[in-house]
């Protein structure tokens, strides 16, 4: 193998049982300098990125017949695009990624990281810590008062058991000997596995990869987005589906929603039931991330679709896992960072840091991306109904445990030049470029994000 691929592009791509010989087609390039941080993050990043890459290129091989494609990882457009959430525009108008309840807050014997930034996960905040729910902009001093009086665990406790978020800040030793970090670290980085029999998948010739693919995107901010984003760049029909009492940020689908289509669906009633499986008979892969579980009563679990669906890729995301105490447990990266760790090692002794992007979500994104590419690859080879697992919490025990930065590593970043503007439903947008590249491979997304919500719960040409 190539000297000059990353420790951390090699055991990504092992993590995904692909052909060692084919990293040799990664080269890398570009200044870096647009993550900096106390962690790896950029390895991260550079990594997830370029096995991404290299599954698509992998399919493209596969569906055109031609040896497989160079790829070139940039790790200015990799940084860029690892920023994406902060640097998206409307008509030159940003927006805050964290509302004002969403922060760190000291406890009587430490810090506790709380994330409202949903209505919903707002009102449940207030109402564990017994703040009113009118408090307005009182809301921050109050909640600063009543978690100031009590134990981190007893907020976290207290909070989640409201059904809000609310995590304790761990040091990474603390998180380790925990029965939750046990388990993780017990993980590999992904799981892939094959849950049912079914026949090789025919793929015809297409210059795209993922040509003539329907992807049920049933996922929220922001790795799941991400990944079917990418899915999306490369050629599939991607539709994500939404509960309308559930409002998203429309911000944040400004700039996860490129390439895709939104539309809502109420599982719960019956017509809205009935679209949805009309839906799910005719997708190729089913990408889910809410909590393990959470969905199973609406026939989504792996089993349940493995049996009703022979030949689906199911792609499941969570934040904890799933498995152990805490596999039922919402989450966010932001709170994943503080739970294990990173916010202490990203800190100072006066207060716990971030990393500088949501990289938890992004980096597990594009594997996510990346498993549903080589899943396909493989069904074309073998068949069978494929299941690919990951969280964000064995993201993060990869970022402190297993990863090293690495050398030589460039000043010049400037993420301008890899930012665009289109014209959208909402105004002038202004993104970042996919970072995803391969020779002869799409260099942007094919239609711009819409208004969350507003499209049709149909398949393209249907």
Not at 313 to 331: D, K, N, T
């Amino acid at each position: 193998m190539d000297p000059s691929i990353s420790a951390g592009t090699s055991q990504a791509w092992s993590a995904l049982g692909a052909d060692a010989s084919l990293l040799d087609r990664i080269v890398y390039g570009g200044p870096s300098g647009g993550l900096p941080a106390q962690l790896p993050v950029m390895e991260l990043a550079r990594a997830t990125v370029a096995v991404c890459s290299l599954a698509a290129a992998e399919l493209t091989s596969v569906r055109t017949g031609r040896p497989v494609p160079l790829v070139r990882v940039d790790d200015e457009s990799v940084a860029t695009a690892f920023l994406s959430d902060r640097l998206v525009r409307v008509d030159g108008r940003a927006w805050s990624t964290f509302a004002p309840l969403s922060r760190f807050w000291r406890a009587a014997d430490g810090w506790v990281r709380t994330h409202a930034n949903y209505p919903h996960h707002r009102a449940r905040l207030l109402s564990a810590l017994g703040v009113p729910g009118d408090a307005g902009d009182e809301a921050v001093k109050a909640v600063a008062g009543e978690i100031a009086g009590r134990t981190a665990l007893e907020v976290e406790d207290t909070v989640y058991a409201a059904g809000g978020l609310a995590v304790a800040a761990h040091g990474p030793q603390e998180w380790a000997e925990s029965e939750q970090g046990v388990l993780v670290a017990g993980q590999p980085l992904l799981t892939t596995a094959r849950v049912g029999d079914a026949p090789d998948r025919v793929l015809g010739d297409a210059a795209l990869p993922c040509t003539g693919l329907r992807v049920l995107d049933l996922t929220r901010v922001l790795a799941g987005p991400v990944a079917t984003r990418t899915l999306a760049l490369l050629g599939a029909d991607v539709l994500r589906i939404d509960a309308p009492q559930l409002p998203e940020i429309e911000e944040a689908h400004h700039d996860t929603g490129m390439g895709k289509r939104s539309a809502t669906v109420d599982l719960g009633d019956r017509t809205g039931r009935r679209v949805f499986e009309e839906l799910l008979d005719e997708a190729d892969v089913v990408v889910t991330g809410y909590r393990p579980g959470a969905l199973d009563r609406f026939g989504l679990a792996p089993e349940a679709l493995a049996g009703r669906r022979p030949g689906l890729v199911i792609a499941q995301l969570s934040a904890w896992g799933s498995y152990g105490p805490w596999h039922g447990r919402r989450g966010f990266d932001s709170l994943v960072q503080a739970a294990t760790g990173i916010a202490q090692l990203e800190g100072s002794p006066d207060s716990p840091g971030a990393l500088p992007a949501q990289a938890l979500d992004h980096g597990t994104g594009y594997l996510l991306a990346a498993g549903v590419l080589r899943a396909l690859t493989e069904q074309h080879r073998t068949g069978g109904t494929r299941l690919v697992r990951l969280a964000l919490a064995q993201t993060a025990h990869w970022l402190i445990h297993d990863l090293a930065p690495a050398p030589g590593e460039e000043d010049g970043f400037d993420a301008e030049r890899r930012l665009t503007e289109t014209d959208s439903p909402m105004g002038r947008l202004r993104h970042a470029l996919p970072p995803v590249s391969y020779e002869g491979g799409p260099v942007n997304w094919a239609r711009p994000s819409g208004r969350w919500g507003t499209d049709a719960p149909v398949w393209s040409g249907t």
